[in-house]
């Protein structure tokens, strides 16, 4: 029966992984998947997650299943770290959270969701985007378009091109946006710009689609969600998906949440019992213990400062190696001007690499990166700069 199949191509991210892994070379640099590294290398587990994980060992009497959505506890405290304590989508009663297994668990209940849901209904993604989320929601059978985003003369953000694209987007489509520190570009729209977005969302009859990955790695846990804030005016709807892989460290875990913004609670719940669908014919329900973890750390008072001051540290680390980055190329002689990256936000840098250039920083210096020359700047070390730059300066030369 599987004689005929074909041999998948590798992942653009994760396959970098694998293929890192098998490289003998003693000098790899891993700049691939986006996942924090501390200055020795390593993903640490945060001491926040280790203490949580030790109290709810300790504590837990049982292993039956979570409810369809999780448990209300966790929806309740990732909607506070969402929106804010008191925010009238919550006074309201118009949003639901159902905790998925990840971000990319999110992102496929989202787009079930819209297919069964949204009939008719396309999804416009940033060019560029993230590698999978094409690939997402074409699974859920939701067809996806493209809206300008990346300006490569200013290496900003393209916003007239955008809101124009915005014009044109038919109503009843989806449109996702990165809440915070797009990925891969690292360039998020100012304050101004988001506003400006919302207006001409709301304005074309668009559903927003917040992917929320990395809040508390660009500026800080509440000015990340100021973007998404702006899409939740009275009586407007949304979706987030939410991933707590990054700013809690639990990639592993799989943790994550989708939230549906309704117009008003009548339609809100009626919305929920869909997601629900989704849910129960796709994985039925959540694994606990990750969810535990994130809803431990954010009700008890003295965890969660603790683990606000440990995302940023990983902020600062991030941005530390930014600007070494930065300062090495130009010091090693790096032809033109790559200022540009201390603008960008987040775990990942655009760095104008070109495929070719990528595969040659891989074959000839065991240096790994995605295609579209997004450089992971977690990876960088006081350590490894310096090969870095040489070899970015020999590739370009
Ligand atoms: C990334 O973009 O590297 C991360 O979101 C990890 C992934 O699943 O691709």
Redesign the pocket.
């Known amino acids: 029966m599987f004689q005929n199949i074909e041999l998948a191509p590798r992942d653009p991210?994760?396959g970098l992984s694998e293929a890192f892994r098998a490289d003998a070379n003693p000098q790899k640099i891993n700049l691939g998947?986006?996942v924090f590294q501390d200055e020795a290398g390593t993903t640490p587990i945060l001491a926040t997650v280790a203490e949580a994980s030790r109290r709810i060992v300790a504590s837990q009497t049982t292993k039956s299943y979570l409810p369809i959505t999780g448990a209300p506890e966790y929806a309740a405290a990732v909607q506070e770290l969402t929106f804010g304590a008191g925010h009238e989508v919550l006074t309201s009663k118009r949003a639901a959270t159902a905790h998925t297994p990840g971000g990319?668990g999110a992102l496929r209940v989202a787009g079930d969701f819209i297919a069964n849901n949204l009939p008719g209904a396309s999804l416009w993604l940033s060019q560029p985007t993230?590698?999978?989320h094409g690939a997402v929601f074409a699974a859920a059978g939701v067809p996806t378009k493209n809206y300008a985003y990346f300006d490569k003369a200013t290496n900003g953000l393209a916003i007239d091109a955008l809101l124009a694209d915005i014009r044109t987007m038919p109503a009843g489509d989806v449109i996702l946006l990165h809440g915070c520190c797009h990925?891969p570009t690292g360039i998020d729209p100012t304050s101004a710009e988001w506003k400006q977005i919302a207006a001409a969302v709301r304005e074309r009859g668009l559903l927003p689609l917040l992917d929320f990955?990395y809040q508390g790695f660009g500026v800080g846990i509440v000015e990340d969600a100021a973007g998404l804030r702006e899409f939740c005016a009275p009586g407007a709807e949304l979706l987030i998906c939410s991933s707590f892989s990054k700013n809690f460290g639990l990639y592993r875990e799989r943790v994550g949440a989708i939230t549906l913004v309704a117009a008003n609670a009548k339609e809100c719940a009626a919305a929920e019992s869909q997601l629900k669908r989704c849910i129960r014919t796709n994985y039925s329900n959540p694994p606990a213990h990750g969810a535990e973890i994130v809803k431990t750390i954010l009700t008890d008072s003295a965890l969660r400062t603790q683990w606000e001051g440990e995302v940023a540290e990983m902020r600062q680390r991030i941005h530390a190696m930014r600007s070494l980055l930065v300062k090495k190329l130009a010091e090693k002689g790096a032809r033109g001007n790559y200022e540009f990256i201390n603008r960008q936000q987040g775990m990942f840098s655009f760095s104008g690499l070109t495929p070719p250039q990528v595969d040659r920083l891989r074959d000839e210096y065991a240096i790994y990166m995605v295609g579209s020359g997004r450089i992971n700047v977690a990876g960088i070390t006081a350590k490894n700069v310096d090969r870095l730059c040489e070899a970015i300066v020999a590739v370009t030369r």
Request: glycine share 10%; hydrophobic share 50%.
């Open positions: 991210i994760l998947v986006g990319t993230w590698e999978n990925n990955a």
